[in-house]
């Protein structure tokens, strides 16, 4: 039963606030709207305009925002912050942008290819180059020809000596730059991959938004949301290094190279086993997995979380004098459900 203090149309415009699912770590899409005094205003489709600072957009601090995130064209960002109380959220373009260049450029030198970059500083020993926005060095000794300031802005042919992005280490070489390359054979590999396909990977890199999979010299997004259809805090968590796995590859971005894959599809869908034990009207005793500043999410069937908003927690806690938290189990009163949508609204029992 509803609380007296809220009609059905007002519970229900509470609920509608909350009833998308992004988070932090999410790695999602976003249209680029406009720009204000703190950086590109970008519509993710939550139910305010998220916000991209300077600092998460530009890769060189010299860079125009304007020039990196261009008005009506769509991103990929990293959500790095909840959202606040006015209901927005912070995100990355530059994190995005600089995992894939690391992997990018891991993928190079494990295929022994040659790369470009520019010249942006001589410095003593050697000089700095610009590859893909990531800042490597050339030592003196790496050099074809000798170093001087006209350098500066200077494309050249290099190939990676040593790479470690834990460490921020990238060192290159002008010197040992020659002829040889994979690309005709990952392109091969590319046309043999489809949509919905499942394949045996192996875990080369953990980040805090994912893991990238080897799936036989290509190597796949494994995105946080796609892990486990349960909450995943990391996916260091779930995943481990070398680790081998079945994933179902889930996007192909062919002009790219990238391929965007799923674990959690390979699971049986929680919401289609809900249908036959999950009833409008019903009590359930649910686990609180996580509390947010606008509710409870609990687990009113295994793999299955439904929002319990603040108000009706706090109801809850003030008549029974307690404070509840991730763990704890809670009866709740399931309002609505739909399956399709994989939403359910909860309340307290009267």
């Not at 305010?48 to 600072?53: E, L, R």
């Not at 200077?154 to 000596?161: C, R």
């Not at 259809?229 to 790219?256: A, F, M, Q, R, T």
Request: hydrophobic share 40%; glycine share 8%; net charge negative.
């Amino acid at each position: 039963m509803l609380s007296s203090e809220l009609s059905n149309a007002e519970y229900e415009q509470l609920l509608a606030q909350y009833e998308y699912c992004f988070k932090k770590g999410d790695l999602i899409k976003g249209l680029v709207i406009g720009y204000d005094s703190e950086g590109a205003v970008v519509d993710i489709g939550a139910k305010t305009a998220a916000i991209c600072p300077d600092r998460e957009a530009k890769l060189n601090r010299e860079d125009n925002i304007q020039d990196i995130l261009k008005k009506s064209e769509t991103y990929e960002f990293l959500i790095i912050t909840d959202e606040d109380e006015n209901g927005r959220f912070t995100i990355s373009y530059k994190r995005v942008a600089n995992a894939y260049s690391w992997k990018q450029l891991e993928e190079i030198k494990a295929a022994d290819k040659i790369i470009e970059g520019t010249v942006v500083q001589v410095v003593k020993g050697g000089i700095l180059v610009d590859v893909m926005g990531i800042r490597g060095f050339v030592p003196v000794s790496h050099m074809r020809a000798r170093i001087s300031e006209e350098m500066t802005g200077q494309t050249i042919e290099l190939k990676i000596l040593n790479i470690d992005s834990s460490q921020n280490q990238f060192i290159l070489s002008n010197r040992k730059v020659h002829e040889d390359s994979l690309e005709d054979i990952k392109k091969d590999i590319f046309e043999k991959l489809e949509i919905g396909q499942v394949v045996r990977g192996e875990v080369v890199r953990i980040t805090d938004f994912g893991a990238f999979i080897d799936i036989g010299g290509v190597d796949g997004l494994l995105p946080l949301s796609q892990i486990s259809w349960k909450w995943v805090e990391h996916p260091g968590d779930v995943l481990k290094p070398d680790e081998k796995i079945n994933v179902e590859i889930i996007s192909i971005d062919y002009d790219k190279q990238r391929v965007s894959l799923s674990l959690k599809s390979l699971e049986p869908d929680p919401w289609i086993e809900a249908k036959g034990s999950i009833q409008e009207g019903a009590v359930v005793s649910g686990k609180i997995v996580r509390i947010k500043h606008f509710g409870a999410f609990v687990e009113v069937c295994p793999s299955v979380e439904a929002l319990l908003p603040n108000d009706e927690l706090a109801k809850y806690q003030n008549k029974n004098e307690t404070i509840l938290g991730a763990g704890d189990f809670i009866d709740v009163v399931i309002l609505k459900f739909n399956p399709d949508d994989k939403r359910i609204s909860l309340g307290i029992r009267e």
